[in-house]
């Protein structure tokens, strides 16, 4: 089993993939007024993750959470299934980093 941070990791890289690759319709959320703001958000969690900072840890909970901005863009993008899947494994893996 891979650690939470090397799990939370991997999450923002595929969800990262699928924003890179695919049209993303951000009508219905307010927080990213385009797609690159978007990619460059994911992209510093990322590297703050793989760096071992876990300070925008809270923000990501934030962009993963049920009605969150990437559940927004997800549903109005067609891929809210994958996000459901992912978003599950983001909260197990965030709750498994918090315990002591």
């Given at each position: ?33 385009n797609g690159r703001e978007l990619v460059d ?12 900072d876990s300070s925008r840890l809270p923000d ?41």
């Open positions: 089993m891979q650690s939470a941070a090397a799990e939370i990791l991997d999450i923002v890289d595929q969800v990262l993939a699928i924003v890179q690759h695919l049209p993303q319709d951000l009508t219905w959320q307010s927080r990213y007024s958000d994911l992209t510093d969690h990322a590297g703050r993750i793989r760096r071992g990501l909970r934030f962009l993963f959470m049920p009605t969150g901005p990437l559940c927004e863009i997800a549903a109005s993008s067609g891929w809210l299934d994958t996000y459901a899947v992912l978003g599950n494994r983001f909260d197990e893996s965030h709750e498994r980093l918090r315990q002591p």
